[in-house]
């Protein structure tokens, strides 16, 4: 691939902890349904995974909210549920439910049958959708690809959709934790062959979705979530200094285990609203760089109101990071909602640029 210089690393930086002009913003589901051109989009396409499914749309969809706000990184459109797809277990949305899989995956027997998908054929229309993005993008900003955890990907695999309590999969926790770890163990797997595919075909950092490991007790997280996210940290190729493809190992509700996930090998850690940044930034000690976290319930609030949240935020880490705001990426503490205002969105990012420059 033709290589663009990057115009604005501003994100790549402040994952390396390197001095910045102010502090990068980009939020998770940025592009999406609050947005109209989205909507459009995504009824010319017919549904969501048809626009996952075709490169030059997932492009398309991929840039709207570059268009409107001056965000500091593009994420790659797609979906965490793509690798149990290819795996054969069948991805549908039912409207207003959320995502299904037509075999979910409730035993030992199905288990042993899962393999790695291949990446440049199964999953190629991921692969070429980083690769179109790319060179659309330019060199604007740079491109996050992403991935599911092992974890939260096994919860929709063996729950067959979304879950208020996980019943399943921790029944299986309880009762065959052989088969929960050979399921996770198979995950890691497609996880690390997946996001260094995406890393070959352009993306510029890589993060990690860990949605669903803060409804762990501690001591479950760290025999069925964290050692496999600091797998993926030690083993994913990712090249060295300042050509090193940063890993952000995003988790809600990981706030108790800060300390190890700041050892784990990953560049940045993405945390939630129910922890402080500056307590955040005390506790992991300059070992990686910071992202979050906005409540995004925050975008209700006024502009004004969402003005003040930010700069509270912003100097939450500054104090937590002994008075520099550097190794900080601003984001929410989770995804976007479909109601939320755009622009709300405008004047998060913009007082984010505004009131953290240096
Ligand atoms: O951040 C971005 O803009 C990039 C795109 C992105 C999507 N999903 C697009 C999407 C990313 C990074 C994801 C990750 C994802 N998908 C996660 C982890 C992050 C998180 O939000 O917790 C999870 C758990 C999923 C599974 C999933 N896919 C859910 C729960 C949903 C929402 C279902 C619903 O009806 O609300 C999806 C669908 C989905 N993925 C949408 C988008 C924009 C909505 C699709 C639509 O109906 O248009």
Known sequence: MAITPLKN?????????????????????QAGRYLPEYRETRKRAGSFLAMAKNPEIACEVTLQPLARFPLDAAILFSDILTIPDAMGLELYFVEGEGPKFRHPVRDAAAIAKLAVPDMETELRYVMDAVRVIRRELDGKVPLIGFSGSP????????????????????????????????????????????????????????????TWGGVLSPAMYREFSLPYLTRIARELPRGEGSERTPLILFGKGNATHLETLADSGAEGVGVDWLVELGEAARRTGGKVALQGNLDPATLYGSPDAIRTEVRRALDSYRDGNNGSRDGHVFNLGHGMSPDMNPDHVAALVDEVHAYSAR
């Open 151 to 210: 974890w939260t990907l096994a919860c929709y695999m063996v729950e067959g959709g979304g879950s208020k309590d996980y019943a399943r999969i921790k029944a299986m926790a309880h009762n065959d934790p052989k088969a929960l770890h050979a399921l996770l163990s198979v995950n890691t797997d497609a996880v690390i062959a997946y996001l260094s595919a995406q890393r070959a075909a352009g993306a510029q950092a890589l993060q990690v979705f860990d």
């Open 9 to 29: 690393d501003r994100f790549l930086r402040a994952l390396r902890r390197e001095p910045v002009d102010h502090t990068p913003v980009w939020l998770m589901r």
